[in-house]
């Protein structure tokens, strides 16, 4: 079985390439490398002794996604992760994030009606939450007007996919809602490559720790939780790719012609900053250089998944802990010094 996963060269793509390709699925890779390297292709040969056929062009080029889909009709399945990711740029480019995150997929449900089997993943984010009412956060939950357009992007997709599965008979589709991804793959093949300085908070622990930034700043240490830092839920990549390959199963194995499903993907485990650093601490080895700074505008206070859903339906739950997660991100920090040098 053939599935097509787009952007399956970046971050959480790649980890789920790999799982699909170790269930022995054939995958094959859309990804123009506007935020990942070539090098990825290799890494992913390297740990399945498998090579995914790749094809490198941008989504937003209706007519080569029409092209692209009437030649391979016999796809089983399509997991689309292709976006624009960045909060802060999504402010400062809107139309760039409207274009790459809504314009994309609506060219991609276009053409699904090309496909005999019309199975859609979608990369959702916790995000949509907003600052949610009560904790754990169930699928359930109030979606917040977004405070991104990024956030935005999201909210709008799931509506995208929601309506289109109201219109087309044959379409099953699935949005899975990620907390905090982080971490690597574990023989250090690969892992999460940020472009410049990392927004996020793992990569600027691990790039602090080997000595690429001078310090950590926390941002706020006076938000209304027990150590005063907000709280996520940080996902192992691995155990998240693995979730794709389950959501997956569920829309191949459906006997339902059409459906829409949301599922949150998360530990159900809240963790604060200041947490994330003392496990680092310990994990690595490393004292971490860290500061407490002005809170960050557009940060909720705390967010973790409810899980019972996804463990229910899907039958899924994370394996890996938070301290397995963070030592795999500072061994790929260290694994992409090595390569540096
Ligand atoms: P990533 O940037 O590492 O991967 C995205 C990939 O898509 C990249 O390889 C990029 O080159 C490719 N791409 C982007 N636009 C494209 C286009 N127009 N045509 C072809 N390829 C294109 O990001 P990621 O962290 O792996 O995230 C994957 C998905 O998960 C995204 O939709 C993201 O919004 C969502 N998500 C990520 C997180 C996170 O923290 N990483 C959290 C929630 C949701
Ligand atoms: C961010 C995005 C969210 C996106 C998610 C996954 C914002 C407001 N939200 O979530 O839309 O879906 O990434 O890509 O950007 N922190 C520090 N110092 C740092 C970096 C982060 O203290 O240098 C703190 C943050 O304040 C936050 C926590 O670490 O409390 C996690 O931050 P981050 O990794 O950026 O993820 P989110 O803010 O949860």
Redesign the pocket.
Known sequence: MKILV??G?????SHTVVALLEKGYDVCI???????SIDVLEGIAKITQKIPQFFNF???NQEKVEAFFKEHHDLAGVIH?????AVGESVENPLLYYE?NNN?LVYMLKNISQLNQKNFIF?S?CTVYGEADTLPITEGAAIKKAESPYGNTKQIGEDIIRDTCNAVSDLKAISLR?F??IGAHSSTEIGELPIGTPQ?LVPYITQTAIGQRDELSIFGDDYPTEDGTCIRDYIHVVDLAEAHVVALERLLQSEKKASYEVFNLGTGKGSSVKEVVSAFEKVSGQELNHTIAPRRPGDVVAAYADTEKAQDVLGWQTKLTLEDALESAWKWQLKLKEADA
Not at 30 to 36: A, F, K, R, V
Not at 81 to 85: Q, W
């Open positions: 787009t952007g060269l970046g971050f959480i793509g859309i990804d123009n490398l506007s935020n990942s941008d989504l937003r992760f292709a976006a624009s990711k790459n994309a990369s984010s990620y905090n991804p996020n």
